[in-house]
């Protein structure tokens, strides 16, 4: 899913660059509010998990490629806004010391995995709380919620591509939807299987959280 330097014309990765550094700056400053010193270990954990997840990729036809995401995961356990600061952070990483998607598209990158893969996690998480409290409920939401993080995800990927004029939109959409919608699969057992271990444990996770209750 990471993106290439020279795949995406200027108006696009710049358009992109400029909804991710919005969304960016946003997300900072809603952690800097919520974040107390108790919860900064676990975003670091969260971040080395995504960063290992992500770097197994499966060559996809167009030049990207298919991997885990991790943005439902780490949207259900920090909360959207430092699950962005999570993403963009292990994606700059990626960029700058392994080369894995490229420095000019690398808010492209952003926006598609830190910004669609978080918010549409947000958008199910939301959608669906008000028909189930159980945790097992709760986990069948959190696979949906990450299934289709991956598939929007890539859905944008796929848009940016064809709009640069780099791969027509016939072949791209079914290359990252296809791929993506396998993994999804995969993904979401993951996210399902530790959100209910961690609800069973008693935990409520920030991003499952409304006021004290949780998922309520």
Known sequence: ????????????????????AGALSY??????EQLTDRQVPTLGVMAAFVFAAQMINFPIAGGTSGHLLGAALATALLG??????????????????FLDGGLTVLGANIFNMGVV??????A??????????????????????SWT??????????????????VPLSVALPAMLGVHALIGIG????????????????YCPNGL????????
């Not at 893969?117 to 947000?122: A, C, D, K, Q």
């Not at 993080?149 to 990927?157: E, R, W």
């Not at 959280?209 to 309520?216: D, M, S, V």
Request: charged letters at 15%.
């Open 209 to 216: 959280k409304k006021g004290e209750a949780c998922y309520e």
């Open 187 to 202: 993904e979401g057992l993951i996210t399902a299987v530790v959100v209910l271990v961690v609800l069973n444990a008693g």
């Open 117 to 122: 893969g978080v918010w549409t996690s947000v």
């Open 80 to 97: 959207p806004f430092s699950a962005s600061i999570v993403l963009t952070s292990v994606l700059a990483i990626q960029c700058f010391v």
């Open 27 to 32: 997300s900072l400053k809603k952690t800097r």
């Open 149 to 166: 993080s991956v598939m929007m995800a890539a859905l944008a990927v796929a848009l940016e591509l064809a709009v640069s004029g780099t």
């Open 124 to 145: 199910i998480y939301g959608l669906f709380k008000k028909y189930t409290k159980s945790p097992a409920g709760i986990a069948v939401v959190a696979f949906l919620a």
């Open 1 to 20: 899913m990471h993106i290439p330097d020279g795949f995406l014309d200027t108006k696009t990765w710049a358009a992109a660059a400029v909804l991710s």
